[in-house]
């Protein structure tokens, strides 16, 4: 080849092989994925612990199953049971302040009252767990001053976790394993995330009984357990 025609040649050559590239490039590249819908999450939360055989059963199955939860602790109730309360901190799952007794009109009394029973029960989590709680839950909803006292525990580092369906332990006398996990499904249809409302206090046979078909019910859904 003359040696006029070589550069512009060589300059072709490279410009067809570039836009080869960027053309393979263009049907190979993956679309982007837009709309897809958001993961579906759920958190289970315990109230009213630690008892001794439901909360160690609760343990047991959560194990099994390979999942987290969320306990949120009465702490007059730890005396006698600080094992389980090392082993809910020991298994991955988050400790929560309730209160101190459950009582609402002395936990409601006033500001310094709420204040007093959030710091005793944070105090008892602490010193048998070395676990420096960060969620609170508020015994009965709150009551009228709820605002207020959210905004207090938000000024001391706790988040505020309610719920959006419930098992039905405390709403239903008497309720079946079978029927637990029916209201578990009925009232979290729709929500996302699902914040499932379950108890582990010592009358509560029933829910340790229906939490492994609650588990699998909302495992086939394609749900994915969260903890705070």
């Avoid at 315990?46 to 390979?66: M, Q």
């Avoid at 009228?144 to 001391?156: D, M, V």
């Avoid at 914040?195 to 749900?223: N, W």
Wanted: charged fraction near 25%; hydrophobic fraction near 45%.
């Amino acid at each position: 080849m003359h040696k006029k025609y070589l550069l512009p040649t060589l300059v072709l050559t490279a410009l067809f092989t570039l836009l080869a590239a960027l053309g393979y490039r263009a049907m190979t590249r993956v679309a982007p994925t837009i709309g897809l819908a958001a993961e579906k999450r759920i958190y289970l939360t315990f109230d009213d612990g630690p008892s001794t055989a439901v909360t160690e059963r609760v343990l047991d199955v959560l194990k099994e199953e390979g999942v987290k939860a969320t306990f949120f602790i009465v702490s007059d109730r730890v005396a006698g049971r600080e094992s389980t309360l090392r082993r809910i901190a020991a298994e991955g799952h988050t400790l929560g302040v309730h209160s101190v007794n459950h009582v609402y009109a002395q936990i409601y009394a006033s500001e310094e009252a709420f204040l007093e029973d959030v710091a005793g029960c944070a105090a008892v989590i602490r010193r048998v767990t070395g676990v420096e709680p960060h969620v609170y839950r508020f015994p009965g909803g709150g009551g009228k001053n709820r605002a207020r006292y959210k905004a207090l525990l938000e000024e001391r580092g706790y988040e505020v976790v309610a719920w959006n369906a419930v098992c039905g332990d405390e709403e239903i006398p008497h309720a079946s394993a079978e029927t637990l996990v029916r209201e578990s499904l009925e009232t979290a249809r729709g929500k996302q995330p699902v914040v499932l409302l379950l108890h582990d206090s010592a009358h509560h046979r029933e829910t340790a009984a229906a939490l492994p078909d609650i588990i699998r019910r909302f495992k086939e859904q394609g749900y994915v357990f969260c903890v705070f």
